[in-house]
């Protein structure tokens, strides 16, 4: 038997106990993707005591964990020419993968209309780490966090994990949430929505990444496989879901499918927050992995000895709980390139909407080509020590189709650490955070907020200004 929803459980009553603490900082940051690395690291540069805590054992979340090998969001198409826009921290990651012999030059993507970079999945982890040391936070692995422990309706006062060395609490001054799944948040007691509304999230994939391509014999295969892929539906094949991404990596002998979609059996997405569907899910996924390779391999030139050389280790989850903010970022932002007076920088990734079958793109309609992310997004409802960035910050679902993917994930996680710090200062809620006084640090720290209409004058990498190499 499994937790149903719709049913009340039989339960078993647990005996009480008492918890020990097991650390006590100023910033405690939940979750090491995108969002939470530059969260922890930009409260550890500004000498905040930090903790990052993460259930595995390695950081860069879905990035790595569920394989993605590709930053997007990076870019923007701004008037006709294609320009990196989310600056700062992750000008420092970019950077160390980089040194690592680790990363791609921009690729264009998407209909050849949007530019993303493909990065080694190993050096970005050791990037990670490293800067996330060199900022002193503390990393704690292998925790995964399992309830809030409230000091009142509006204040948390502790964030309580299970680890190999047993149960603890850890007690912060201000959380941040960078789950993902707004886990801190929903457990604090913050609004959230889920999915479209109607029961149905984005629909996740299983990502793989094919080793012993010969490059010289695939050449553009990324563009020769949909066509063999659309003809063999044709006949009767039938595969997940229409477009499939499977591209060369930072090792042209090394590809990455991104062309599954994980259903349950009545069609809808399997959920990141349900623990049966989430092991359904992952079966599904390696089945729907290997069948697609199977075809890829039996037809595709250049793939002759070609062999699955990973497996994801994780389902890659696009949405679950998005957490009301101060304000819900939109899809007519996204598309209208809005200005936000508590902009915290800009991205400009299109709407990708995984729907059914099938993945939906919509691009910005005006020449600028990005839009600005504004504070309030990442400021829940409710709870005041609290902030929540990355996937599961104040978006709608159409809006959150876009502003999931990894740049903005680094924008917000950036904004929420520097408004951490400030608020600590300040002895105030983040929500009461002077917007100016942030702006002015996120500006000094690399961050390109996009506040004059224009493009950032560098179009490569510039560095943050804080990084301790
Ligand atoms: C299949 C797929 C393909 C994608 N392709 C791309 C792509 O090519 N490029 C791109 O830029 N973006 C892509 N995305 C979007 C990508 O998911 C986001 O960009 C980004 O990873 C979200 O960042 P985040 O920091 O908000 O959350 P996540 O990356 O999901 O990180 C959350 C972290 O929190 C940890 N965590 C969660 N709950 C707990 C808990 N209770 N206790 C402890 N730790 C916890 C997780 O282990 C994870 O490390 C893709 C997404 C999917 C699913």
């Known amino acids: 038997m499994w937790i149903d929803a719709n049913v009340t459980p039989k339960t078993l009553l647990e005996e009480r106990r008492q918890t020990p603490v097991i650390g006590e900082y100023e910033v405690v940051v939940l979750g090491g993707g995108p969002a939470g690395i530059a969260a922890a690291i930009a409260a550890g540069r500004a000498g905040r005591s930090t903790v990052l805590i993460e259930r595995y054992g390695f950081l860069g979340g879905a ?203 009545d069609g809808t997405a399997v959920s990141g927050i349900d623990a049966e569907q989430l092991a359904y899910g992952e079966v599904e996924g390696r089945r729907q992995c290997w069948d697609s390779f199977e075809f890829i391999k039996s037809v595709t030139p250049g793939f002759e000895h070609a062999y699955i050389v990973e497996i994801a280790p994780q389902l890659g989850i696009r949405e679950t709980r998005r957490v009301r903010g101060e304000y819900m970022v939109s899809e007519e932002d996204i598309l209208g390139c809005a200005d936000f007076p508590d902009a915290i920088g800009v991205q400009g990734w299109p709407v990708e909407a995984h729907v059914s079958g099938d993945v939906n793109f919509v691009f910005a309609r005006k020449e600028r080509g990005f839009n600005q992310l504004p504070y309030r997004m990442i400021v829940p409802l409710v709870v005041d020590n609290l902030l929540v960035a990355g996937r599961c910050a104040s978006m709608t679902h159409e809006g959150q189709s876009s502003a999931r993917v990894s740049g903005p994930c680094f924008v917000m996680g950036q904004a929420a650490g520097t408004a951490a710090d400030l608020a600590i200062k300040a002895g105030v809620a983040p929500r009461a955070v002077e917007v100016k006084s942030l702006q002015r640090r996120l500006e000094a720290d690399g961050v390109f907020l996009g506040t004059d209409g224009s493009s950032p004058e560098v179009p490569a990498r510039r560095g943050s200004r804080s990084e301790v190499v």
Not at 99 to 126: C, E, F, T, W
Not at 143 to 154: D, E, P, T
Not at 245 to 259: C, D, F, G, M, S
């Open 63 to 265: 990035g790595t964990a569920a394989g993605l090998s590709t930053f997007c969001g990076l870019h923007a198409h701004v008037a006709g020419e294609h320009r990196q826009v989310v600056h700062g921290i992750c000008d420092d990651i970019l950077a160390r993968i980089e040194r690592m012999g680790g990363l791609n030059a921009p690729h264009l993507s998407v209909q050849n209309r949007i530019m993303a970079q493909a990065y080694d999945i190993s050096a970005y982890k050791i990037a990670a780490d490293e800067l996330i040391l060199a900022a002193k936070v503390k990393l704690l692995f292998h925790a995964f966090a399992v309830a809030a422990i409230m000091r009142s309706k509006k204040e948390t006062e502790a964030i309580v994990v299970e680890t190999k060395s047993g149960r603890g609490a850890i007690l912060g001054r201000t959380f941040i949430d960078c789950s993902g799944d707004g886990d801190l948040a929903a457990w604090a007691g913050a609004p959230y929505e889920l999915g479209d509304g109607k029961g149905n999230f984005l629909y996740p994939s299983t990502m793989y990444r094919i080793s012993g391509v010969d490059p010289q014999k695939a050449g553009r295969a990324w563009e020769l496989i949909p066509k063999l892929m659309e003809e063999a539906e044709k006949k009767g094949r039938r595969f997940p879901r229409k477009k499939p991404i499977v591209r060369p990596q930072k090792h042209p002998t090394e590809w990455r499918a991104n062309l599954t979609q994980i259903r349950n059996p």
